[in-house]
């Protein structure tokens, strides 16, 4: 099955690693890359420093922009697993990859999954971020 989503758009680095990462795993099929990390559901807390989002795994803020008239147009997240790395997530109608946001600002959902690339793939689901 072709992976249709690629839940980072930031970082070309990362992007790289993938796609190694998918070249070694061709024989795996339908296996789950080993170098990804599956955690217990991880709540989203909403934060409004970006320092507090790098502290606590899973914990985002809203970012806005000239578009947006103040309203979010994405969030900043720390990866769920727990590395201390964090991500940027688009709202639609941002240009792809973004997500639709269901506008609940204390326990967010995200459609399509999140994929932090070798770290963490899942779901922003009512502010609990799931493994899948
Ligand atoms: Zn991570």
Same mark, same amino acid.
């Given at each position: 099955m072709v992976r249709r989503r690629q839940g980072w758009g930031a970082a070309p680095g990362l992007v790289s690693l993938a796609t190694r990462h998918r070249s070694g795993l061709m024989g795996t099929r339908g296996k789950v890359s080993v170098s990804e990390v599956k955690t217990p559901p991880v709540t989203a807390t909403r934060v409004d420093d970006i320092e507090d989002v790098k502290a606590v795994p899973g914990a985002f803020e809203y970012y806005t922009s000239r578009e947006s008239g103040g309203a979010p147009a994405g969030i900043i997240y720390s990866c769920p !697993? %727990? !590395? %201390?790395r964090s991500g940027a997530l688009a709202f639609r /109608?941002? /240009?792809? /990859?973004s997500w639709h946001w269901d %506008?609940?600002?204390?326990?967010p959902t995200l459609r399509p999954s999140v994929h932090h690339v070798g770290h963490w793939h899942g779901w922003l689901r009512n502010g609990v971020w799931e493994s899948c």
């Amino acid at each position: 099955m072709v992976r249709r989503r690629q839940g980072w758009g930031a970082a070309p680095g990362l992007v790289s690693l993938a796609t190694r990462h998918r070249s070694g795993l061709m024989g795996t099929r339908g296996k789950v890359s080993v170098s990804e990390v599956k955690t217990p559901p991880v709540t989203a807390t909403r934060v409004d420093d970006i320092e507090d989002v790098k502290a606590v795994p899973g914990a985002f803020e809203y970012y806005t922009s000239r578009e947006s008239g103040g309203a979010p147009a994405g969030i900043i997240y720390s990866c769920p !697993c %727990g !590395c %201390g790395r964090s991500g940027a997530l688009a709202f639609r /109608p941002a /240009p792809s /990859p973004s997500w639709h946001w269901d %506008g609940n600002r204390d326990k967010p959902t995200l459609r399509p999954s999140v994929h932090h690339v070798g770290h963490w793939h899942g779901w922003l689901r009512n502010g609990v971020w799931e493994s899948c």
